[in-house]
C-alpha cells in the first residue's frame, strides 16, 4: 500500500531531551515535507526536501532540523525540545518537487514536550 | 504578503443540508488550489484540486469547489451533508514552490 508512515504517533518528553521523528514513504516521491499543525493555525510547513541531499527551511524552521540521505526517509530532529513545540507534526510527500503535485499526508504525530 | 483566509473557524450544519466552506487568497497570480479533509486522528485526505480550465471542480465524496478570480475565492460545496462528512476542512494554494493552508473550518454534522 502506498504510504507515509510516521513514528512515533504519540510521544510525550521533557524539554532538553533530543528527539527525533521518522518518516518514510514508499511512492518513490522526490518531494518531502514536515508541517506543524496548531490550532487556530492550519498547518505551518517547518522544512521541505526537493531531492536527496537537497533541503530548505519553511515558514518555521526554529528549533528543528532535517535530513535527506535517502529517497525515502525524512527524518525530523528536536535537537533541544522546548513546550512551544508541543504540537501534531505531519509529514507529506509528493511526486514532484512542487507543491502543485498532491501530497500524500502520514497520520501525524503527536507530540507534548514537558 | 501572501495569504489563505478560511473566514469560519467552525460550521454546525444538520445532516442532509447543504454545505459551503469559503475561501479567500490573496496572491500575485493565479495560484493552484486545494482542499484537504481531516477527519479526528487522521492525516489530511486530498478532496479536490483546481489548476486550470473550468472553475466548477468535482472532488470526491460528493465535493466540489468554484473558483472565482474576481474574488479571489474557491469556496467549497455539498448539496446534502452526511454525518460523515463531519471533520475539518483546509484550503491549500500552491504559488511560487510554497503551499500554504489556511487555517481550517471545523464542520459539525447534527442529526
Known amino acids: 500500500e502506498a504510504q507515509v508512515t510516521q513514528n512515533p504517533r504519540y510521544l510525550i518528553t521533557v524539554t532538553g531531551k533530543k528527539l527525533t521523528v521518522t518518516c518514510s514513504q514508499n511512492?518513490?516521491?522526490?518531494?518531502m515535507s514536515w508541517y506543524r499543525q496548531d490550532p487556530g493555525l492550519g498547518l505551518r510547513q517547518i522544512y521541505y526536501?526537493?531531492?536527496?541531499?537537497?533541503?530548505d527551511k519553511g515558514d518555521v524552521p526554529e528549533g528543528y532540523k532535517v535530513s535527506r540521505k535517502e529517497k525515502r526517509n525524512f527524518p525530523l530532529i528536536l535537537e533541544s525540545p522546548s513546550p512551544n513545540q508541543t504540537s501534531l507534526y505531519f509529514c507529506?510527500?509528493?511526486?514532484?518537487?512542487?507543491?502543485?503535485?498532491?501530497?500524500?499526508f502520514g497520520a501525524g504525530s503527536r507530540l507534548t514536550v514537558l | 504578503a501572501q495569504s489563505v483566509t478560511q473566514p469560519d473557524i467552525h460550521i454546525t450544519v444538520s445532516e442532509g443540508a447543504s454545505l459551503e466552506l469559503r475561501c479567500n487568497y490573496s496572491?500575485?497570480?493565479?495560484?493552484?488550489l486545494f482542499w484537504y479533509v481531516q477527519s479526528p486522528g487522521q492525516g489530511l485526505q486530498l478532496l479536490l484540486k483546481?489548476?486550470?480550465?473550468?472553475?466548477l471542480v468535482q472532488g470526491i465524496k460528493g465535493f466540489e469547489a468554484e473558483f472565482k478570480r474576481s474574488q479571489s475565492s474557491f469556496n467549497l460545496r455539498k448539496p446534502s451533508v452526511h454525518w460523515s462528512d463531519a471533520a475539518e476542512y483546509f484550503c491549500?494554494?500552491?504559488?511560487?514552490?510554497?503551499?500554504?493552508f489556511g487555517a481550517g473550518t471545523q464542520v459539525v454534522v447534527t442529526p
Open positions: 507529506a510527500s509528493s511526486l514532484e518537487a512542487a507543491g502543485a503535485n498532491v501530497l500524500t
Open positions: 511512492m518513490n516521491h522526490e518531494y
Open positions: 526536501s526537493m531531492n536527496v541531499e537537497v533541503t
Open positions: 496572491y500575485g497570480a493565479t495560484p493552484y
Open positions: 483546481y489548476f486550470s480550465g473550468d472553475t
Open positions: 491549500a494554494v500552491y504559488s511560487w514552490g510554497k503551499l500554504q
